[in-house]
């Protein structure tokens, strides 16, 4: 029996979501479950997992040369953040070299897609979650 939940996905069709440009993206905590600190008189406590989780949100771009994170919120149970891609010019557009326009003459880097960025996050900060349990209980 299929445990996973059906979910509708918002994600456009054939989109491709390596493209230049701002994504919004929302991501929840296992079963919506508040990891990374609490609401007290409508300000949010943090916490270590809260801690490790910016960590790593702030060394994406490491990983990820055509990212910039342009905004972020933790939540007690979720992130909202939009994560800028940027692009670099396609194969066969043109440069200009003075004043006569030139045939780019190198292949762009693959860019990653919105997945493999967010699927990245998801994984270390699991991993980290895990670890930091093992250790402090």
């Not at 406590?45 to 490790?52: C, T």
């Amino acid at each position: 029996m299929d445990t996973k939940s059906k979910r509708r996905s918002i994600r456009l069709p054939g989109y491709d979501y390596s493209r230049s440009g701002a994504y919004y993206v929302s991501i929840c905590t296992k079963n919506r479950k508040c990891l990374f600190g609490d609401i007290v008189s409508q300000e949010m406590v943090l916490n270590d997992a809260e801690r490790m989780v910016t960590t790593v949100w702030n060394e994406l771009p490491q990983r990820f040369s055509n990212i910039e994170l342009i905004e972020y919120v933790i939540m007690p149970n979720h992130i909202h953040a939009i994560i800028a891609i940027v692009g670099v010019p396609l194969v066969g557009t043109r440069k200009t070299v003075g004043d006569s326009p030139k045939r780019a003459d190198t292949r762009p880097a693959p860019t990653a897609r919105l997945g493999d960025i967010v699927g990245t996050f998801k994984s270390i900060t699991t991993h980290e979650y895990i670890r930091g349990v093992k250790q402090h209980g």
